[in-house]
């Protein structure tokens, strides 16, 4: 029996006491398998409201991570690889947030941190014991402006580009932004200043910052009839030049409501791209710029065949209470603020 009907078999066996969850990241041969698709929030919102003991969650290892925090005692969340982690994530160690927190709000103002999603459970659990949130590219002008509305400033950390581009959506001047300069254990940090409203930390995806807006330029010129989307992890200059920019769920209904015939070039992660290049063949969607991570391909169809055969101990997620209880107040706050 090939690998993809040894997977088919086993989900029939374990019938609804396995749930396969799935980011849009993955690639076909995993995708066919999973019980729920989607991007970070829809598949956060999911967890809650499962049923099934075992979680098994195709996607790098904040994803798992997020999904352990959510899901109940009885439930044990796997990843078919571990190790499949996020460049962008291990740029903002919770140490060095949280000595950084502590230093900007030395002067006595509260500084509101506001994490990507795409962040360790223990960055995360800083969030919550600072009174603030998680944010996914789908809801991260909503979190902005909530988290406004919280303190004197928001923290938003790691991506800068996506920190970048959602205040540009809010209506934050450049004036009001400043990005951290980390380096040092934070020791250049100082107390708030008063113009300030957002701090940036400088991380960034690596995949996304692939992608420039000479790109854009040369697609501009070879098909001016062209709709350009891209993701919000993409630098502010390519956000800028392009059509249009969301998340995965974003850059998916866009296509499904363009018009037979339409040409649309969509920058992000090209598993996702070439998905939508089959489902939409009457229309041509094209990459804007070949890009993969290679994190989520780490989770291969053998992986998820290993996985399920054994539910090995080993690829269990999971997180100590003591970060979950932080991690998941400042993940429900999130959940509640976008009900
Ligand atoms: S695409 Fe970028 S942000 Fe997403 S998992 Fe890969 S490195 Fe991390």
Known sequence: MNIQKQIVSLKAKLGPSLCILAHHYQADD??????????????ARQIPELAAEHIVFCGVHFMAET???LAGANQHVYAPDVSAGCVMANMAPAPLLETILNRLQSGGKQVIPLTYVNSSAAVKAVCGRFGGSVCTSANAAVMLRWALDQGDAVLFLPDANLGQNTATAVGLGASAIKILNIRGG???????EPDHRLLLWPGVCAVHAKIHAEHIQKIRNRHPQGTILVHPECDPQVVAL??????TSYLINKVQQAATGRTMHIGTEANLV???QRQHPDKTICSLH?????????????????????????SVVRVG?????????ALERMLAVCS
Do not use: F
């Open 30 to 43: 995993v995708v066919i398998h999973a019980d729920i698709v989607g991007d970070s929030l829809e598949l």
């Open 67 to 69: 999904a352990a925090i």
């Open 321 to 329: 209470e003591s970060i979950a209880a932080s991690a998941r107040l």
């Open 186 to 192: 934070g020791q250049y940090v100082q107390a708030l």
């Open 290 to 314: 070949p890009i993969w991570c290679s994190n989520m391909a780490k989770t291969t169809a053998e992986k998820l065949l290993d996985t399920l055969t054994h539910l090995q101990i080993q």
């Open 242 to 247: 392009a059509d249009g920019a969301g998340s």
């Open 274 to 276: 070439h998905r939508l």
